[in-house]
């Protein structure tokens, strides 16, 4: 997968099919976009193209309290790549970009600039400064510019709607196998193992609570253990990158002041 990052040195991509956002987890519901994207690409002869932003729009926009990642930036690539998709570029979301209009971020980014054939979006996906882009707009805009809109409908596992927030809640409580289903593939953890301990490079990233759990390091099964400082260790790792997969709830810790109840 080629990644890029910034809008100064673009790549050159053939008859791209696009879509755009945050893709916090690239949980199932992100998947329904990613395989239509993906398909659009190969139907054209093209790529499949993911617009993402770094930082996530929320700390740029003041928004960021008490915010929790699913994906490092990393870890976001490295389960785009897995989804098929053949280049990520990766957006600078500073003050100035959060003010572009509908307008100039579909016409001038995505078109003129980036060369998207196909744009691929959300059922409810907004867009541009204040959000005023959505999929009516894009409507009202191919005609003029030249580009096809593919809209994908809302994603649900039985009767619960998956989202970025509805996961959050999930890890936050340890219910690792629970939000495995929501996002179709293990939590993920992708950093570097210095002296046993798992150092990750996002600051914002979501850990579930303290104890211990079943994992799977580069592959292979293995214990993790996260204290309650939120220091992630692998015992037995050796040093270097690691790709770490919960398989499982896990045992939480037992706080020490815990005394037991007397008969």
């Known amino acids: 997968m080629k990644r890029c990052c910034g809008l ?3 790549p050159r991509l053939c008859h791209p099919a696009v879509t755009v956002g945050s893709f916090d987890g690239v ?6 976009l990613l395989d239509r994207v993906v398909a659009e690409a190969r139907a054209a002869g093209g790529e499949s ?6 930082p996530h729009p929320r700390v740029t926009l003041g928004r960021a309290d008490g915010l929790r990642l699913l994906s490092s930036t990393e870890e976001k690539a490295w389960l785009l790549e897995r989804a098929g998709i053949d280049c990520m570029l990766v957006v600078p979301f500073d003050q100035d970009f959060s003010r572009m209009t509908p307008e100039a971020f579909v016409g001038d980014l995505l078109v003129d600039r980036l060369g998207a054939e196909t744009l691929v979006v959300g059922y409810n996906h907004r867009f541009g400064r204040g959000n005023a882009g959505d999929y009516d707009f894009l409507e009202r805009l191919r005609l003029s510019r030249g580009f096809r809109v593919v809209r994908v409908a809302e994603y649900g596992t039985g009767t619960e709607r998956v989202s970025s927030t509805t ?7 340890g219910q690792m196998a629970r939000a495995a289903r929501m996002l179709t593939h293990p939590y993920l953890l992708i950093g570097e193992v210095r002296a046993e301990v798992l150092r990750n490079p996002e600051p914002l990233k979501l850990l579930p609570p303290s104890g211990t759990y079943a994992v799977r390091v580069d592959g292979r099964a293995a214990g993790l253990h996260i204290d309650a400082a939120g220091t992630v260790r692998l015992p037995g790792a050796d040093d270097g ?3 770490v997969e919960f398989t ?7 706080p020490t002041d815990n005394k037991p109840m007397k008969p």
Request: net charge negative.
């Open 27 to 32: 949980h199932g519901g992100h998947r329904q």
């Open 49 to 54: 193209v993911v617009l993402t932003f770094e």
């Open 248 to 254: 499982g709830d896990g045992s939480p810790d037992i």
């Open 167 to 173: 996961l959050r809640g999930l890890v936050a409580a």
């Open 8 to 10: 100064d040195n673009l």
């Open 241 to 243: 990158p690691a790709v």
